[in-house]
């Protein structure tokens, strides 16, 4: 048993749901943030969600960019978001991919979403509550990573819309901004200053 009760968390996607997707991002001159995203991670954070970033990285095990430029460019992200106030605790990446061409990270993994594998690390080492939970993404994988996890699964954007099946554990928004509103006195918790 924690001694501690375990806390809610929304675990969010990176590209594409927290910034512009250009595909393989690497450098921090090219991060651009999306309309409304730090304004949906505050409200997110006023009403006691912890933060997280789970992201497919597949460009490792392609041999696009090394490990240690997308920590590094994880790094910045994060540091961009505590400057407004937003603390995401901590970046959890999958390297793999089953047909990459760096070896070590050329197969199949728990971790690559629509796996659970991040979820459940993260929310064991920092003793997160997924039952009430979410992760958030503009991928069908996202939304599934989450509900496999036990969480509820949030998908953005028409970006899939209606590819997924009718799910108690997913729910679509057409903006993070609007999904964050949504969670206003929607759940039990409440921040503890
Ligand atoms: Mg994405
Ligand atoms: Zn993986």
Redesign the pocket.
């Known amino acids: 048993m924690h001694p501690q009760p375990s806390s809610p968390a929304i675990f969010l996607d990176r590209d594409g749901t927290l910034h512009r997707d250009t595909g393989y991002l690497i450098r921090f001159e090219d991060f651009e943030p999306l309309p409304g995203v730090e304004e949906a991670l505050l409200l997110m954070r006023d009403q006691g969600f912890r933060l997280f970033i789970a992201s497919n990285q597949s460009g490792i095990a392609r041999g696009f960019f090394p490990m240690e430029a997308v920590l590094d460019l994880n790094q910045k992200i994060q540091e961009y978001f505590k400057s407004k106030g937003i603390d995401i605790e901590e970046v959890a990446i ?3 991919h089953p047909e990459g061409t760096v070896e070590i990270y050329s197969r199949e ?4 979403k629509p796996n659970p ?1 991040m979820l459940l690390d993260l929310a064991k080492r920092h003793n997160l509550d997924l039952e009430h939970s979410y992760m958030v993404g503009d991928h069908p994988r996202d939304a599934k990573a989450g509900m496999a996890a036990g969480a509820t699964g949030v998908l953005i954007h028409a970006n899939s819309a209606g590819s997924l099946d009718k799910h108690t554990r997913l729910k679509e928004f057409p903006s993070i901004l609007e999904f964050a509103r949504s969670l206003r006195g929607a759940h039990a918790y409440h921040a503890h200053a």
Do not use: A, L
């Not at 993994?109 to 690559?112: A, E």
């Open positions: 999958c390297p793999h993994c728990d971790c690559r594998g």
